[in-house]
């Protein structure tokens, strides 16, 4: 088995929960290496195209707003690349089912997650389903300097005056 990466994302209610520490402690059982890690303000955009595999769903616009964090006034997630042996399967392992009322019990899922009253499923931890996903989703929240090993092949290129805050 080779090193794969996965994206891990902890939502705005296991941020709003204080859950942070429990979920990073319980995918620390994986042994597997972080190798980016940071907190997003999710656009529309960024949210639209993470779940645009579900744009036709009843749900999507529930959805966008979920990972968005205005459902949870907590409008932050945190993104993490987890990397290593077999990393897909051991983080989705630990996850548990999307739906936290199928999760089992033990999986992080199980343990925090809950279905609103609107059937949005609260399951406070995104993990990629597949390596394909992974890379798609892992291009989509992170940029190739973020990354502290070479996952994809990255080019340089020179920008001209782009734009950036600076501390003053």
């Not at 966008?64 to 907590?74: A, D, P, T, V, W």
């Not at 993104?79 to 399967?89: K, M, P, R, S, V």
């Not at 996903?133 to 001209?160: C, G, M, S």
Request: proline share 3%; hydrophobic share 35%; glycine share 6%.
């Amino acid at each position: 088995m080779t090193n794969q990466a996965t994206l891990v994302l902890i939502k705005p209610d296991g941020l709003k929960k204080s859950l942070t520490g429990n979920i990073l402690s319980r995918l620390s059982e994986t042994k597997l290496e972080i190798v980016a890690a940071k907190i997003v303000r999710v656009s529309k955009e960024l949210a639209e195209e993470h779940y645009r595999h579900l744009k036709d769903k009843p749900f999507f616009q529930d959805l966008i707003k979920y990972l968005r964090g205005e459902l949870h006034n907590r409008r932050k997630v945190m993104a993490l690349i987890y990397w290593g042996e077999d990393a897909i399967t051991k983080c989705r392992q630990l996850a548990g089912a999307t739906n936290p009322e199928e999760a089992d019990s033990t999986s992080i899922r199980g343990s925090y997650g809950r279905i609103t009253t609107s059937g949005v499923y609260e399951n406070v931890i995104h993990v990629s389903s597949d390596e394909q996903e992974a890379k798609r989703e892992i291009k989509l929240w992170f940029q190739p300097d973020e990354i502290i090993v070479n996952l994809y092949p990255a080019k340089e290129v020179t920008e001209k005056e782009k734009k950036i805050k600076t501390w003053g």
